[in-house]
């Protein structure tokens, strides 16, 4: 299948009554005629041959007016929004507009690391909500922070499996400190300290884990620079290609345990898989090559890639 081709269209998170903890102050919003034209540049400049149909997204707090809707031109959307600032007749709205999915902006779903957040709406509702809007004939989407202050690796854990059997997708947007947020004057105070990369590497391939296991699909981990970024990071674990740190780290659990099943020290071993997964498999700079070949005290780890082999699909051979 065709990959679809991504407008995104971003509205500001808090743009009415007062700001989050998290959020810098919401970019100016696009108008109907601004909208038009962003999808007009993503229809011309897509390969037709590559690409699936085009869909629009928007980010944002507040959903879509009906004015951004038509923008659209009667292509399907996906609108993200906060639980607080969804009603029922607004989603009935989005709904019969056209939406495919709503997404929840709901960040955890740990109620005293939403108070720390002044985010208004706790995990009864977002629960309720999410059941309403699956109810519907609507996909439904999570948004989860780790990293949030007053959360901890357990709340995020306990976070991606409360998302299981409530969403269909699921994006993880480890917390950052935005210049211009309030969020960053606590951490110039010494008040809050996000994770660390590493830290939110672990984190992450754990509730990936969890999610993918549980049925739910995570298409992103970590905000990407584009329009659908709430801003400038001057704190916290933003990387550019995190989620492939967060895939190799999963991979490096899932051949240890193969290598533990099949290996002898001073062998030699041969790791088969498709094409597209030979980075994750020998790792950053080759690093997963050399820590299984030390921990099993192996003379040679090889890497072998074949078509065959679906994504996803490892396998070890031992050779003489």
Known sequence: MKPSVIVPVQLGCCTTGARCLVCPPPPPLPTPERIAALIHHYQASRDVEDSGPVEVRFFGGDPPTDEQIQACNGL?????????????AQADRLRLAGAT??????????????????????????????QGLSAQGLNVGIVLC???????????????????GLADTCRIHPTLVFRDSRLREKHEMALFEPL????????????????EEG??????????????????????????????????RRTLKIL??????SVAPGGKAVITCHPRDETRTRGPFNQH?????????????????TSSFERGQWSVEVES
């Open 76 to 88: 399907p959307f996906t609108a993200r929004v906060r639980p607080d600032r969804l009603t029922r």
């Open 215 to 248: 049925g739910v699909l995570v298409i992103r981990i970590g905000m990407q620079p584009g329009p659908d970024e709430l801003g400038v990071a001057v704190a916290g674990p933003k990387h550019s290609s995190l989620r492939q740190l967060v895939e190799s």
């Open 289 to 305: 090559i050399r820590t299984l070949r030390s921990k099993y005290k192996l003379r040679e780890v090889f890497v072998r890639v």
């Open 101 to 130: 999915c709503i997404e929840l902006d709901v960040w955890t779903f740990d109620d005293a690391a939403l108070r720390a957040a002044d985010r208004r709406y706790r995990s009864a509702l977002v629960k309720e909500m999410a």
């Open 196 to 211: 660390a990369l590493g830290e939110t590497v672990t984190v992450c391939a754990e509730m990936t884990d969890i999610l």
């Open 256 to 261: 240890d345990t193969l290598f533990s099943k």
């Open 146 to 164: 780790p990293g949030l202050p007053n959360s901890s690796y357990e709340t995020c854990i306990e976070d991606a499996k409360i998302t299981v």
